[in-house]
């Protein structure tokens, strides 16, 4: 059962960065595409970045600018590094790997951003 570990989130203060990482504990065929989606409190889960198997990306408004994906194929990773945060980013963030039969999941991290 393959599982995704998140890892690199925390507190930061507005104007800070952090950056997130997705590792899946084994391998995945047929990827089609890796994302990260965040909910905030009392909000829905929305879309933040993805980046498809050919390496295009694509970005919610709220964060073009700010955030960047990537992604290490070799390793099954991907990467979320977020620069210039603001409270709104405040959220739990996901990561999820979409292959060709399967969408798998992380468990989530918190990311909150506050002075």
């Known amino acids: 059962q393959v599982q995704l570990v998140e890892s690199g989130g925390g507190l930061v203060q507005p104007g800070g960065s952090l950056r997130l990482s997705c590792a899946a504990s084994g391998s995945i065929f047929g990827i089609v595409g890796m994302s990260w989606f965040r909910q905030a409190p009392g909000k829905q889960r929305e879309l933040v970045a993805v980046?498809?198997?050919?390496?295009?990306?694509n970005y919610a408004d709220s964060v073009k600018g700010r955030f960047t994906i990537s992604r290490d194929n070799a390793k099954n990773t991907v990467y979320l590094q977020m620069n210039n945060l603001k409270p709104e980013d405040t959220a739990v963030y996901y990561c999820?790997?979409?292959?060709?039969?399967?969408?798998?999941w992380g468990q989530g991290i918190q990311v909150t951003v506050s002075s």
């Open positions: 980046i498809s198997s050919s390496a295009v990306t």
């Open positions: 999820n790997i979409a292959a060709a039969t399967y969408a798998y």
